[in-house]
């Protein structure tokens, strides 16, 4: 268990949706990251917060959205929702900015139909 | 199920043999990099780092060897156990920017 913690589990929705991802990042961790794994693309970065902020952007499509709240957590906001879409979305946590280990939440699933 | 790609590499190895996995990285400057394990329907999990201005880092039952002149990232496994069945990605990072992964390699061990 790496400490993260991310829900819903699993998610299954209709294309045009919005869903909403919720992550809670290790005691002590500042730093937020989001990812998506898709079958034929492998992790790919979305998005980092740091303490509120955002702090880097990836590959992440108009469409998506994430914040960071007072308290840590982060939400991933994914609207108009495409087949397209579904995949698993890891959140990660680090204590600060700095080159170190990020650690895992155990993901969503996300299944768009 | 799977939760990730079906193609990947796959290195298939006899339990208690040492398992060997490469990785060639993007980004000469990077400057940290981590080696994770991803079991089927889990996150990754850490398994092992190393910065850049080392080139060998040991850790219980597994070894991770950089060489910067290639861009090329090691993992080893001793005694390679059932368990370790599971794909293997390689991160690269330079200055806490975000992690950018390597395809994975699919590690099989059978008895």
């Known amino acids: 268990d790496s400490g993260v913690t991310q829900t819903p589990k699993h998610l299954i929705t209709a294309t045009g949706q919005r869903v909403t991802l919720r992550c809670s990042p290790r005691?002590?961790?500042?730093?937020v990251y989001w990812y998506q794994q898709s079958l034929d693309q492998g992790l790919q970065f979305l998005i980092q917060?740091?303490?509120?902020?955002?702090?880097a952007k990836g590959n992440i499509l108009e469409r998506f959205s994430a914040q960071q709240f007072p308290d840590l957590h982060s939400e991933l906001n994914l609207s108009s929702l495409e087949l397209g879409d579904s995949a698993l979305y890891f959140c990660a946590s680090s204590v600060r900015l700095g080159s170190e280990t990020q650690y895992f939440g155990p993901g969503t699933r996300l299944l768009v139909l | 199920g799977e939760s990730v790609g079906l193609h990947l590499p796959t290195l298939s190895v006899q339990e208690g043999d040492n398992s060997i996995i490469n990785c060639a990285y993007s980004?000469?400057?990077?400057?940290?990099f981590i080696w994770y394990k991803q079991e089927s329907g889990k996150g990754p999990q850490f398994i092992i780092d190393i910065r850049s201005n080392m080139d060998k880092r040991q850790g219980q039952r597994v070894t991770v060897l950089l060489n910067k002149t290639v861009k090329h990232l090691s993992l080893q496994i001793a005694a390679t156990q059932p368990g370790d069945s599971a794909v293997y990605f390689c991160a690269e990072t330079l200055l806490a920017d975000k992690l950018i992964f390597g395809t994975g390699t699919r590690l099989q061990v059978f008895p």
């Open positions: 980004n000469s400057a990077s400057d940290y």
């Open positions: 005691s002590g961790d500042l730093s």
């Open positions: 917060y740091y303490n509120g902020e955002e702090r």
